[in-house]
Structure formats: C-alpha cells, structure tokens
C-alpha cells in the first residue's frame, strides 16, 4: 500500500488559536512518516482545493510549524465558501476528486465552524458516492461556541477571555473617572446568534469582585425601559455601570438594532455599530455620560491574551484528528469532553460528523439570569475552566513574534478551474 | 520640626500604569518614617482635598500597595477638575490650605497631565502667594504623550503597545480572511489633538515584517481622494491593508471626520465614531469588504499588555517624586532622560514645574512619512524602546488579579465645602 498524503485547509473566520490546531496536525503528521505522507494546505481554504492552489507544509522546518500554536489568524489563508449539495454542484466534487487522485491524498483534514462541518460531511462520502476512497476527519473551530456534542469550541475560550479581561478593565477604568465624568461603559462583541460571547463579559464580575455589569444577548428581546431602569439602578448604587452588548441583540420589532437606518447631514445611509445606538439611549434617556467601544477582529485575534485551556484544546484537536486517521476512521470530529469542573479536567472525545453538520448549539436558557441581563452560576461554572490559564506569545522588540510561513506552493498538475 | 503628612492626587484621564506611580510613591514615602508621615490620597483627585475626603493610604497594608503595580485605573478615583488661577478663585485655595493645616500636610504630589502640571505650579506657590509652607511635586502621566522636557509620558507607552499588538493581530486576522471577505480593517484609537498613539499602530509593520498599514494623523488635513488611492493600491497590492485612525482626524474644512451629523430613520442626532465614517468611504468609493473597530477606553485601561519599559518609568517618577520632596525641591517634576537608543537606556531628570504647565508637546513633523500617511524611521526608533518588555499581572481564575484597596476614610475635621 502506498503511503497516502494528507490535505488540510482552514475555514471560515480566524481565530486565536486556529494554527494551534494546524501545529497539532502537522506536528502529529510529521511523527508517523509511515502513516501520512506530506500534508498539502489549502491556500485560502477550500478553493486552494478546487483551484489547485495547495500549499507544501512539508517545506516548513518544524520550529516555523511550531511556531503556528502561539500564532493567531489562519496561517494558510481561510475563505468563506460552502460546498452545495452533490446533486447541485457535481462538478466541485469530481474536480476535488480530480486534485486527491492527481496528488495522492487519502486524507482531508477540515477545520471549521458548522458550515464547515457539513462540507466535511459531503466529502467524507465521496467513497459511496462517487467512489474515491477518502477519510475525511473535521476539526472543530468556532468563536462562536455553537457546534453541538463537543462540550467547548476551539477558539472561543481565548475570545471569552478577551471579552472577559476587556470588561474587567474598562470597568476600573470607569469607577475611578465616574465622579465627574463617564458613567456608563459599553462593550460591543461578537455573537449574532447566540450569546456566549457576551456571556463571558460576565466574569468580570465575581463574589469576591463584584462589578456592575449588564450584559444584552441576542437571546433576550431587548427592551429599552427595562435597560435603562437597570442602568440607572446601577449607577445610583455603584456610581457607574458597564454595558456587554452582543452584535445580534434586535428589538420587538425582530430587526437588529445596530440597522439603525442612520444618513448623514446629506441623507446618504451610514454603517453604524450596536454600540452607539445603546450609548445613544443612555445619553437621551438617562443624562449620563458614557463611552463605547467595539472590539470587531481584536476579540478574536487576540492571542496576546490566549486561554491557555484553549490553545491546549485547539492542539489536541489538531492532534486526534491525525490519530483517528490514521485509526483508520473516517467522517468524525474530535470532541472537547469536560470530566470535571473543580479542578477542570477534559479529555479528547469522539462524535460521527452527521451528529454535528447543520446542527447549533444554543446558549442554555438557565445560563441567562432571571432579568435577562446576567449569567447564572450554570453559567459561570461553564464558562470559568474555559479562559483558565495563560499562553504567551515569545517577543521580539516589544510585539508577538508571529510566524508568517513560507507558503511554497505545491506544482500544479491539472488544468485551470473556475469556480 | 514634626514629620509632615503628605497629600497624593490622580488627574485626568487614568492609564495602566499610573497605579504603578502610586505604589513607587507610596513605597518610598514608607521607607522614610523619619521625613513623610501618612500619605493621604484624594478621593476622586483634588476634589478629595477641596471637600476633605482623604483616604488612608497607611491603613492599607504594604502587600496591597505593591499590587497597585500591576493594576490599572486610578486606585483612590481621579477627576477632570482644573483649579483656577488664585485671582480667580481664591476661595478654593484658601480651603486647601486649610486642609492641609487640619492633616499637617507639607507636601502636595500631584499625578497627571498638562491641566494638573498647571494645577500643581499653583499649589507649589502657595508658599510665596498665601504663606502656606508646602513641596508641590508633579508627576507625569498621560497617554497623549504631550507634556514637554520629559522624553515620554508614563501611560502612553502602554497604550502604544496595546495599539501596535492589536494592530499585528488585526492585520494577521484580515490577511487570512481577504481572499474571500473583509480586505479593510479600520481601528480607531485616542489622539484628539496629537497622533502619537495613531503613530504607535505602525509599529506592526517593520523591516522583516512589512504589514501594509496606513495611519491617519490628526496632524494631517484628511484627504480622501488620497486615501482611497493609497488604500487601493495597497488591497492590489497585497490583497488586503489596515488602518489605525485617530480620533481627532479632520478634514480641509476643519470639522472633525466623526462629526457627521448622523440621523436615524426618526431624523434624531446620532453619535458616531470616526471609523465607521472611514469604513463608509472604503465601502462607496471602493466597493470593498470592511470591518471597523473602535478601541477606546480599552486601550488606556490594558494592563494585562503593558509595556514593562513604561511599567518601570511610571514607578520611578512616583519614587522619585518622593525623593525630590525629601530633598527638599517645590514646584518641579521628575522626567524621563533618554540616554541611548539601542540598547535603550534611561534615567529620571527633573524640570521646573513653570516650564511644564500650559506647554503642549507635538509630533515632530519628521515623524510623519512624506505622504502623510505612515511614520519615518526616526519615529520608529523614538516609539519602539517604549514598548519593549512585558509585565504581566499575576492571574486568578483565568483573569488578572487586580487589587481594589479599602480606602478608608481619614475623619473630618473641618466644616462642609461646596465645589
């Protein structure tokens, strides 16, 4: 039997920890030269696949692949683009077919977010299907912390970090200015469906730290009165408050609140975040001073300030995804398992990819206080192990020393491919 | 002779560090019993003087004063409050000293920006204007970098770092994603009137790592034909560019860039950043895929990526003001001294408190690239010693262990005053 090679690609947003997963990979793939031949990345993803654009990892010495764990954003280029059905698309796949037959690849490594996971899905059947024999294995990554079965998702712990840290200090920030100025601090983070990311802004506040913050998610239709009302409670009591706002909140009307319809002095339509329109009601309704902020790509780039606990699951992923490879298995995802929560202990686990692909997980409706505006002790207790410990990053004249691979492209050997 | 007390006020806007000034400060005034008795902070900056709302910083213990070193904001409260000139307002000076009677306070150390140098020069002449024996000491600190004599500022070279990281990490983040989605990234960061912090965002791009970045001075009258064609070449050139902004950036007719007169669909006034106003720009006259952040209080208030250079200047000029005030000295201010570029080296000097009060310093012009849109390498050799090193805050719980003193009250002994 001839040693097969291995395809990898990144998809969807980048993360923090995302090329930990990839040094994971192609650490593990290095380590069984009997197994896995060179492991060739997509450029930009899938359509590094399609377009025959692929990368030779195997022309990286290992310290630059190693360098990859303390690097964010997606080493290899990251798209978004979601493969249709067979029956829609039959030309992708037999092209994709086309690209493993002509660089011997028996493996397809897939690391994303849901989309990505049904993407995987569709290509791990290509033996049935189409009849090119493939184990294709996703590993999962997602800010957003919405894949099902595995208890956590790659790349969100060290965003919830962020988020939490942000809050944290902004919060001292306003308590020692709000005598005589800013009162009112809000945070606008990532999250259009589901809340978690807000959430995390939670854990600033403790039992032994107590801090006056209001998170809004996506999951409590927001009401205005009500905000303010806790807005101003705070304030009377603590002198100020922060604001944890995810992008996704909407109104009774269903419609985001951020689509505000704002125009210029000349009537042409303007962007606006979420951020403002809440700083705006603060501002007219209550009288007080505030600021905003909006963390946009910082929240989920920020390895500076990695989860260790994420950065270690982020690898181990990458890792068991060679492993179950090489086991032979195929249409899987490694799993995050939580054993215990005090201390926290996980361990590596395994799902078939059809129990993940097009399925959302949810913020539990027990993790949202009663109010509508704090996370329960369910909550804290789920999300605490998640941003637990620090990784970081080596210096070099006071900035991250990133790494930026070579990313010598692999010949090509095929025709021209539209997509 | 008794042992004098002295006072300790934070001004102005807070930072990352200027805790670190109050630990130097409050550590060494500990250490000479024999000539500084207790130090009493003002509550909320001098408006704890005026309205004899001191704390007791003796009552702290020492290991609480030392965690000030690694927490950030103002531990007793700040506040935007300028005295008058004694012409004007004699009333208000004439309550200080008496404070200072009741408390047998005979030095006053006074920790902030240009406003406060000004507040403190009066204080220090107290002496000659009232008859009222005192040391005035100031202490600089703000992130605007804009006090003149002292080389840099305590506070700016964290917040420079935060910038130059986030912008790394940003950068990183766009670069991976533009094949498919956002080709501009857009933050926007303090700097009303100079850019010294916009200029720290460049330092992501260096020799060995070129990251296409174009800053936006306040120094520089915004041009946006010019924009649009440098950010246009970029994005060919290297499929994607970031911007750093500052918030003080204006246009040829003199208005502020943020101040767009936004409406929402009710014709009600809108706030607005000037990134989103940018990220419009981007949007209409290139037809590109954006993202905008807006950092605000988060990059002042980031002690978890403080520069240590910045971490150790802001404890000496505390220390040394102490010193200073041991020695005998008024009415001066401790500096930093560039000694050497490479290696960086640095001692405390000292000014006159008359050549610091009411003197803005600017960005030198040659600190801005020909096109006015990026910096020159004697900037870079002037920014990157000040955000070399890390100091990382110890963590509890996957956060930063800030501390949050007690701040007890000292008893009253005066009469109500009204401010």
Redesign the interface.
């Known amino acids: 039997m001839t040693i097969k090679n291995a395809f990898y690609a990144?998809s969807g947003?980048?993360t923090?920890v995302i090329n930990a997963s990839a040094a994971g990979l192609l650490e593990t793939a290095r380590a069984h030269p009997d197994k896995i031949g060179n492991v060739y990345a997509g450029r930009?993803?899938i359509?590094g696949a399609l377009t025959e654009d692929l990368i030779d990892t195997g022309s990286e010495p290992l310290e630059a692949i190693r360098a990859l764990r303390h690097?964010?954003?997606?080493?290899?280029?990251?798209?978004?683009?979601k493969l249709k059905s067979l029956e829609d698309n039959r030309r992708e796949y037999e092209r994709l077919i086309k690209i493993f037959k002509a660089h011997n690849i028996g493996y397809f490594f897939y690391n994303g977010g849901g989309d990505s996971a049904d993407t995987c899905l569709k290509v791990s059947q290509l033996a049935d299907t189409l009849g090119y024999p493939i184990q294709a294995i996703h590993i999962p990554k997602t800010v957003d912390n919405d894949l099902p079965v595995t208890d956590c998702c790659p790349g969100f712990g060290s965003v919830a970090?962020y988020v939490?840290?942000?809050m944290?200090?902004?919060s001292?920030?306003?308590?020692?200015?709000a005598?005589?100025?800013?009162k009112v601090?809000i945070?606008e983070v990532m999250g259009r469906h589901a809340g978690w990311i807000a959430a995390a802004g939670g854990?600033?506040s403790?039992k032994d730290?107590h801090v006056p913050i209001i998170i809004l998610f996506p999951e409590v239709t927001f009401d205005e009165e009500k905000f303010l009302a806790k807005t101003d409670r705070y304030v009377k009591e603590y002198g100020y408050c922060t604001v944890v706002v995810s992008e996704g909140v909407k109104g009774a009307d269903g419609k985001f609140l951020s689509d505000?319809?704002?125009?210029?002095?000349f009537g042409?339509a303007?962007?606006?975040?979420v951020?403002?329109?809440i700083?705006?009601m603060v501002?007219?309704g209550l009288g007080l001073k505030y600021?905003?902020?909006?963390?946009?790509?910082?929240q989920?780039?920020?390895?500076?300030?990695a989860?260790r606990t994420d950065v270690e699951q982020a690898y181990a992923t990458g890792k068991a995804a060679v492993e179950y490879a090489i086991a032979g298995y195929n249409s899987v995802m490694p799993t995050i398992e939580r054993i215990s929560n005090s201390p926290y202990t996980w361990k590596i686990g395994m799902v078939e990819l059809s129990k993940v692909a097009n399925v959302e997980k949810m913020m539990p409706a027990d993790f949202i206080s009663e109010d509508g505006f704090g996370i329960t002790d369910k909550c804290r207790e789920y999300l605490?192990?998640l941003?637990?410990?620090?990784d970081?990053p080596p210096?070099k004249?006071?900035?991250?020393d990133?790494i930026?691979l070579k990313n010598t492209a692999v010949a090509k050997k095929l025709a021209e491919f539209k997509i």
């Open positions: 990144q947003g980048v923090a930009n993803g359509i690097t964010p954003s997606g080493a290899f280029g990251s798209c978004r683009y970090k939490a840290v942000s944290l200090e902004a001292f920030d306003v308590a020692s200015m005598k005589t100025s800013t601090f945070l854990l600033a403790s730290r505000q319809g704002l125009r210029d002095a042409h303007q962007l606006g975040g951020a403002p329109v700083a705006n501002r007219n600021h905003w902020g909006v963390s946009d790509y910082l989920r780039a920020a390895r500076h300030i989860s605490s192990p941003i637990e410990g620090e970081y210096y004249n006071g900035l991250p990133y930026r």
